[in-house]
T-cell receptor, first 112, second 113 residues
Framework: NAGVTQTPKFQVLKTGQSMTLQCAQD?????MYWYRQDPGMGLRLIYY???????DKGEVPNGYNVSRLNKREFSLRLESAAPSQTSVYFC???????????FGPGTRLTVL | QQQVKQSPQSLIVQKGGISIINCAYE??????FPWYQQFPGKGPALLIA?????SEKKEGRFTISFNKSAKQFSLHIMDSQPGDSATYFC????????????FGTGTRLTVIP
């Protein structure tokens, strides 16, 4: 089992460009999450999907959109990237809300 | 508002020493308290977790101590090793409600040989 996979691993964007971060899990988990990690800020929840077909905002959703494509896949889209979105992005999954989460390896995004 | 407060922000310990990281919470509905370990360039990984029906849980050199009345829990790493150098996150959730995990801000642990 690969667990949680994320693509790409690294990305550099110019301000105003758009991109989609991909996430997939093979653990048959119902819930999936997107976090950003910034120095001294810990893990901040951007969006989550408690189950297939549902998505909800987390702590810092502005500037992002998500799609729960199916039970396995949960993508994060930046429509118009800003330097403030420079961060490391982690996808995670779990059986249900509040349960143990399993994290992917992360995507390091730089917006110039 | 930070649901889970974690301290210290950074910690330096000699090899063989005890590392202690503390977390506090306010929401009495929280009933699941995991700790995550993150190495540089990697995603966080579950290290150990506790539920409030016990006051302590030990797995190898790692122990969680839980004080329900004080709403505090801590991670103790005994005989700390350089390989334990990582960032540690505490977290809390209510498994009976539609709540997500709330993470602390992390503690960067450095174990000096």
């Amino acid at each position: 089992n690969a667990g949680v996979t994320q693509t790409p691993k690294f990305q550099v964007l110019k301000t105003g460009q758009s991109m989609t971060l991909q996430c997939a899990q093979d653990m048959n988990h119902n819930s999936m999450y997107w976090y950003r990690q910034d120095p001294g800020m810990g893990l901040r929840l951007i969006y989550y999907s408690a189950s297939e077909g549902t998505t909800d905002k987390g702590e810092v959703p502005n500037g992002y959109n998500v799609s729960r494509l199916n039970k396995r896949e949960f993508s994060l889209r930046l429509e118009s990237a800003a330097p403030s979105q420079t961060s490391v992005y982690f996808c995670a999954s779990g059986n249900r809300q509040g349960d143990t989460q399993y994290f992917g390896p992360g995507t390091r995004l730089t917006v110039l | 508002q930070q649901q889970v407060k974690q301290s210290p922000q950074s910690l330096i310990v000699q090899k063989g020493g005890i590392s202690i990281i503390n977390c506090a919470y306010e929401n009495t509905a929280f009933d699941y308290f995991p700790w995550y370990q993150q190495f540089p360039g990697k995603g966080p990984a579950l290290l150990i977790a506790i539920r409030p029906d016990v006051s302590e849980k030990k797995e190898g050199r790692f122990t969680i101590s839980f004080n329900k009345s004080a709403k505090q829990f801590s991670l103790h790493i005994m005989d700390s090793q350089p390989g334990d150098s990582a960032t540690y996150f505490c977290a809390a959730s209510s498994q009976t409600g539609a709540n997500n995990l709330f993470f602390g801000t992390g503690t960067r642990l450095t174990v000096i040989p």
